[in-house]
């Protein structure tokens, strides 16, 4: 027995629960260990012994002491006979397989390359974070933005930032333009827009009394996070003018579709 199926069956004992063959081998294997093992072993049965406060409170019978003791008496002296004939082995546990720890080693590793790997990249993130608050690339991204436009988004007063209003009951869609009439170019943005089977979205001018007119654009398909982006020629617009975002089937007019959201800028 080894010396782990020893402390397994100490525990058993302890609490009663071994059978009659088990107990015989507990207790030969008991006999033949060490001192050290054998009150280590006492130790552990002690420690599992404890458990009195959950046992019920009833008192035994008279009987039951007798049996205890004559049980105890004749475990005894089956250890005894055959403890000279009996010695503990020790040996690997054989409970883990070896295909178990390769795979054990084999995560570790993997652990290890993928930690290695978030680390650099995370370097990588804030190297980029200390370098785009740089003011030459804070000066490449302004121009690349726009330049000057980009300097009358924020300031000037005569840039207007308009919302479109929805028009169809439950459309969750959203859209913003932003003009400016010494721009050659009114900025447009959607998102949230959702495709819409055999139909493509448009921009078309949209009169007092609803009626779709002239397209002026199609709307392109969705960017990053769903978002849509469109330049609008200053040439379409004038004060005033009224805007739609039209739902319309592909290859069919604007005038045919359905107006969504509208914007007068």
């Known amino acids: 027995m080894t010396l782990q199926g020893l402390l397994e069956n100490a525990h058993l004992d302890a609490l009663g629960l071994l059978e009659e063959r088990e107990l015989a081998e507990f207790n030969a294997a008991f006999a033949a260990a060490s001192p050290a093992v054998q009150a280590h072993v006492r130790s552990e049965q002690a420690r599992w012994a404890n458990l009195d406060f959950l046992l019920p409170r009833v008192e035994p019978p008279e009987y039951l002491r007798a049996r205890v003791v004559a049980a105890v008496q004749a475990a005894m002296l089956e250890t005894e006979a055959g403890s000279e004939s009996s010695e503990i082995v020790m040996r690997p546990s054989a409970r883990v397989s070896r295909g178990w720890r390769t795979s054990s080693m084999g995560l570790i590793g993997v652990c290890v390359v993928l930690g290695a790997a978030f680390l650099s990249v995370m370097g990588q993130n804030e190297e980029m974070r200390r370098n785009m608050v740089t003011p030459d690339v804070q000066r490449e991204v ?46 447009i943005v ?63 007019e604007a005038s045919t579709g359905t107006i969504l959201m509208v914007a007068r800028v």
């Open 142 to 187: 302004f121009s690349a933005l726009g330049g000057d436009e980009m300097n009358d988004m924020f300031f000037s007063p005569a840039t207007r930032r308009v919302a479109f209003t929805p028009m169809e009951p439950g459309f969750r869609g959203q859209g913003s333009v932003l003009v400016n009439f010494d721009w050659k170019e009114a900025r």
């Open 190 to 252: 959607f998102r949230d827009l959702p495709e819409r089977s055999g139909q493509t979205y448009r921009i078309a001018m949209v009169d007092d009394s609803g009626k779709v007119g002239q397209q002026v654009a199609e709307v392109p398909a969705a960017g990053s996070r769903g978002l849509r982006f469109l330049n609008l020629s200053a040439k379409s617009l004038h004060a005033g003018a009224r805007i739609a975002l039209v739902a319309a089937v592909n290859g069919a």
